[in-house]
């Protein structure tokens, strides 16, 4: 993929209204001059998040996250910045052409029409499945009919067969698609002889869908036999199965009233389960369940996403693999962000769509409330895996189990497991923190491509909290210990300070009197100093820029500084330029009174002349009154207001 220019960027956001994006997500209902909602984002009952129709920003009370419509379709469809843009530029059926890539860019344009290939495609394999009178499509309908998959089944997943012998190329060249555009969509291939095949021959096809419900690739069964047994769609301008899960499209509105996501392995699993009742369940694309789908789930399931593993050598190699996601996400200082992984394995060698045959959908949910932490369920393994009778095998199962807790061995709970995997092994405490602690925690990415992603510019620091919660010290003074709490003086300050920068950030077209003064104040927390020099150089570049662009360039030079700015709102019965000028003169006169407080301790520690010394005490006397007259005129100006 190539860079997407400003101009195409600020054209996808013109064309795009906030509001309907949202409205499409969760309902909106009017409040004053905002829009407001359940946060889609994380489970709530009472509304906690507003939609600024004049700004284009958004804010969530109850989570903390907000920013522009990018930032909106980023967090709700796990995409990145370009993806988001793509996605707006779709749907606003606006032509983006992206520069800068390796290879020919993919507009839109042809990714609709990509689509419209899969689209004509999915209809093609069910009609086929459901009329086609030859023994190839009487055999896939039996098998499907052994499996329970009966014609509503059939009909509500869109399941389908694939004849083969170039039948699909026909019928979508009589729909007037392309055979480059076939090959694109990758259900035809170029033969040797230069004409054009089906990709799928002789196979059951499961259409798998985007998270909208858009027909993007597929997934083929051999009739009969034949190898492979399962053929999945390659990667495509439309489809790359580590960001992509099948039944997700059916599977999120359940996800969002249980919490709970349910991962298999298989098509066949998660209709069987679905059909069963328990609708919370999706399945990966021939691979292993990567760090994009973790978060793809989380955003749907709050609470948690359980691994349901085959009983068969496979299924324990698959969990083998599931452990290599423990990481700092699991742990109770990951706050709100934190990621409940669970794991269950089935019974006698049994798939989930055995399992719910056999004994039902009730002996399921059973076994699946009994999901261990993914972490115990990973150090129950490694411990089943030794001889416990013996010393040997204890002490090699010590050093199995605590491996595991490499990627979070700083924290409270890799130091609880370690402690607790002594107990079991019959090794000393000390002998098992001491391991912990000379672990080293392996490298992290994102995609299984052994390579790593670019990484963001790292935040100037935590944004500091609007209670008196313990704050962490990189986001205020360095004097500051890691449990002490801010005073009332210094919370009240970041207050203001996030006050000054998100109504500034809001009303760009204010900005004008504030721009000098903002860069010379005294900024308490680095991450505000960082948001306020981004801020003053977007305004002196572009003026006239609107917020949500304004918001979305901060943003990418200071990472998670639109919730910030996205939060603030100007009191009522106040003006923006009142609350601005209200706000500055609070910070201009705490920044007098840091300099006087600095005055006072130089003139305490310091050597004068006499001279010098009445000097000195002339400059904080004059100082002093000047602090005491503007608290006076501002103190009139709150009793006014």
């Known amino acids: 993929m190539g860079r997407i220019s400003d101009a195409d960027i600020a054209r996808v956001r013109e064309a795009t209204d906030l509001v309907a994006v949202v409205q499409n997500v969760t309902p909106l209902k009017p409040k004053g001059r905002d829009m407001w909602c359940c946060c889609p984002f994380h489970q709530e009952k009472t509304p906690s998040m507003k939609v600024d129709p004049s700004t284009q920003l958004w804010h969530c009370f109850g989570c903390g ?11 709700n469809e796990d995409l990145s910045f370009p993806e988001a843009v793509r996605v707006l530029a779709e749907r606003a059926h606006i032509d983006i052409v992206e520069e800068g890539g390796r290879g020919p860019s993919t507009t839109q344009n042809q990714k609709l029409r990509l689509k419209e290939v899969c689209k004509a495609t999915a209809e093609f394999y069910h009609n086929a499945l459901m009329r086609d009178a030859g023994p190839e499509a009487a055999d896939a309908r039996s098998y499907l009919s052994g499996r329970g998959f009966g014609t509503a089944v059939a009909k509500r997943w869109q399941l389908g067969f694939a004849p083969g012998r170039g039948a699909l190329v026909r019928h979508l060249t009589s729909r007037n698609f392309t055979g480059q555009e076939m090959i694109a969509a990758n259900v035809a291939l170029a033969g040797n002889d230069g004409r054009l095949k089906d990709r799928f021959f002789n196979r059951i096809m499961f259409p798998i869908f985007d998270a909208t419900g858009e027909c993007i690739a597929f997934g083929g069964r051999v009739v009969g036999k034949g190898e492979p047994k399962y053929l999945n769609s390659q990667e495509t301008p439309l489809f790359h199965k580590s960001k992509v899960l099948y039944g997700l499209d059916k599977a999120k509105a359940a996800m969002a009233a249980t919490g709970v996501a349910i991962v298999v392995e298989g098509y066949t699993d998660v209709i069987s389960l679905s059909e069963a009742g328990i609708a919370n369940v999706v399945a990966t694309l021939g691979t292993a369940l990567t760090a994009q789908h973790i978060r793809l789930l989380s955003r749907h399931a709050s609470k948690q996403i359980i691994y349901l593993f085959d009983g068969d050598e ?3 190699r698959a969990s083998d693999r599931a452990l290599g996601f423990i990481d700092s996400s699991m742990t109770p200082e990951a706050g709100r962000t934190k990621t409940e992984l669970a794991a269950v394995t089935l019974p006698d060698n049994l798939d989930p769509a055995e399992f719910v045959g056999e004994r039902g959908a009730d002996a399921l949910r059973q076994l699946l409330a009994s999901a261990k932490p993914l972490l115990e369920y990973g150090i129950d393994r490694k411990l089943a895996r030794v001889d416990m009778s013996s010393t040997s095998g204890r002490m090699q199962g010590m050093v199995d189990a605590i491996n595991l807790l490499a990627p979070i061995k700083d924290s409270i709970l890799a130091k609880h497991y370690a402690v607790e995997i002594a107990g079991r092994t019959q090794v000393r405490e000390e002998d098992a923190l001491q391991l912990l602690a000379s672990l080293t925690p392996p490298r992290r990415f994102d995609n299984r491509d052994d390579a790593p992603a670019p990484s963001a510019p790292a935040p100037a620091g935590d944004y500091p909290p609007y209670d008196d ?25 970041f ?7 998100g109504v500034l950030a809001q009303n760009p ?5 504030y721009l000098e003064a903002l860069a010379a104040l005294r900024w308490h927390a680095p991450a505000h100093e960082a948001i306020a020099f981004s801020l003053v150089d977007q305004l002196y570049r572009n003026p006239g820029i609107d917020p949500a662009a304004l918001v979305r360039a901060i943003e990418e030079q200071v990472p998670r500084s639109a919730s910030l700015l996205s939060a603030q709102s100007v009191p009522a019965g106040r003006t923006v330029e009142e609350h601005l000028a209200f706000v500055m003169e609070e910070l201009q006169i705490g920044d007098a009174e840091d300099t006087l407080a600095e005055m006072r301790r130089g003139f305490q520690q310091a050597t004068f002349t006499d001279d010098e010394r009445r000097e000195a005490f002339a400059a904080m006397t004059a100082l002093n009154q000047s602090i005491a007259q503007r608290k006076a005129a501002h103190a009139k100006g709150i009793s006014r207001s």
Request: aromatic share 10%.
């Open 65 to 75: 996250e907000g920013g522009d419509v990018f930032g909106f379709v980023m967090k």
């Open 495 to 501: 207050k203001f300070e996030r006050d000054l920068l």
């Open 469 to 493: 919660e313990v704050v962490p010290p990189e986001a205020f003074s360095p004097a500051l210990n890691f449990q002490q709490k801010a005073s009332r003086e210094e919370m009240n300050r």
């Open 509 to 513: 077209g204010s900005s004008a009197p």
């Open 314 to 316: 496979a299924g324990q």
